[in-house]
């Protein structure tokens, strides 16, 4: 059986759902229509039509919640992505990315060995089933500019300043890649 639940944030709907597996998938949805392919494409990662369940999403939720009111950085959600090879390399690149900072495709694509691949990363990145947990934001391109993200680029500049602020409270403002 699969479930999901929502969550009201500062910039929109976001819809969460997983399996006994973890979590598979966290977008998210502006409309009706978004929120019904968000449960299509739950229902073919998981392989079971998903049902609204307020207790097996409870954690993930709880920890949404959370971050997005700058109290975590990091999740303890068990996670089942489902992607090729190259992208479960590259989505676990991402999660390496700390909390705050930000990477560049091509500083992906060296760390995971292909160096020549930054295009193939963007690609992968940009097929980032779990938003938020796998921090496919805080890519940027070469040159720092804000590229590309499936929530729409509004959301990514206010996640990466969500972080910063968080990060430079902490005292840990840094980039890498």
Same mark, same amino acid.
Request: no cysteine.
């Given at each position: 059986? +699969?479930? @999901?639940? !929502?969550?009201?944030?500062?910039?929109? !709907?976001? @819809?969460?759902g997983g399996s006994v597996e973890g979590v598979h998938r966290i977008e998210f949805a502006r409309t009706a229509e978004e929120a019904e392919h968000f449960l299509e494409r739950l229902e073919r990662d998981s392989g079971s039509a998903p049902v609204e369940d307020a207790e097996a999403s409870r954690a993930a939720v709880e920890e949404l919640r959370a971050y997005f009111a700058g109290e975590r950085s990091e999740f303890d959600l068990p996670l089942a992505p489902k992607g090729t090879p190259f992208q479960q390399a590259v989505w676990r690149a991402l999660l390496e990315i700390p909390y705050g900072t930000r990477a560049t495709y091509g500083g992906i694509a060296r760390r995971i060995g292909k160096p020549s691949g930054p295009r193939a990363?963007?690609?992968?990145?940009?097929?980032?089933? =779990? +938003?938020? =947990?796998?921090?496919c934001h805080r890519v940027v391109g070469a040159n720092g500019t804000l590229t590309g993200y499936g929530g729409g680029l509004d959301r990514k500049e206010w996640l990466l300043a969500l972080e910063s602020r968080s990060a430079a409270d902490a005292g840990a403002v840094a980039s890498v890649g």
């Open positions: 059986m +699969s479930w @999901y639940g !929502t969550l009201e944030t500062p910039v929109g !709907t976001v @819809y969460v990363v963007g690609m992968a990145t940009g097929r980032n089933p =779990i +938003s938020i =947990i796998v921090p």
